[in-house]
């Protein structure tokens, strides 16, 4: 797996990228700035962007723009937004062109490498990986008349384990039940949520996508 970093504090970058490459993976190019970050994408072509939303010049919403820039051009290319913050509208931004290949993980809260490798190889596969603390914030300001509301709160839980990035067995053993159960709730959130038959995994982004835009 190939990825690229931009982050403009050295420190973070150059620490990522160390236990990234003792990890095994391949880090094609780090960079400072959302505009180098643009350059590296075309040059490198990897398998997943790891992007700070606040870079210079103006440390507000560079690398946020450069990511929707990424996805717009290649849309094979995994982002994974890796923030001190968590910001709401920066999902809905990002989403509005698909849930496939986004992750949104906070810094202080990547503690376990083999974790945080498992993220990036779901994001390069095209699924998705939120942080459950920008979860919780997501489902806070959801809107008066939840489309969600037809979902039992067990089905919900499940839903956000599956937005994290879980797989069926990491959501049995989160819940604390049987992955028949996790099946079975699946399969209902597919239902109740229209989803067409076909592709698991397909559809598990596709939930996801409706949990994030309500």
Not at 144 to 173: F, K, S, Y
């Amino acid at each position: 797996m190939r990825v690229v970093i931009a982050d403009d504090n050295l420190i973070v970058r150059d620490g990522l990228a160390a236990i990234l490459r003792e990890a095994g993976v391949v880090v094609a190019a780090q960079v400072g700035t959302a505009d180098d970050l643009l350059v590296e994408v075309e040059r490198r072509r990897p398998d997943v962007a790891i992007v700070d939303i606040r870079m210079p010049p103006t440390h507000t919403d560079e690398g946020l723009r450069a990511a929707h820039d990424i996805r717009a051009r290649h849309p094979d290319i995994g982002i994974l937004i890796l923030s001190e913050f968590v910001e709401v509208g920066t999902v809905n931004r990002l989403i509005t062109q698909s849930a496939e290949g986004l992750g949104y993980l906070l810094k202080d809260r990547v503690i376990d490498l083999e974790d945080f490798v498992a993220t990036l190889e779901r994001v390069a596969g095209g699924g998705s990986a939120l942080d459950p603390k920008v979860l919780a914030e997501l489902f806070s300001n959801a809107p008066a008349e939840d489309p969600l509301g037809a979902l039992t709160q067990r089905e919900r839980q499940v839903l956000a384990l599956v937005a994290e990035g879980r797989t069926n067995r990491g959501i049995a053993e989160r819940m604390v039940i049987t992955e028949g159960s996790v099946r079975k709730y699946v399969t209902s959130i597919f239902g109740k949520l229209g989803l067409p038959a076909g592709e698991a995994d397909h559809r598990r982004v596709l939930s996801v996508l409706a949990y994030l835009r309500h």
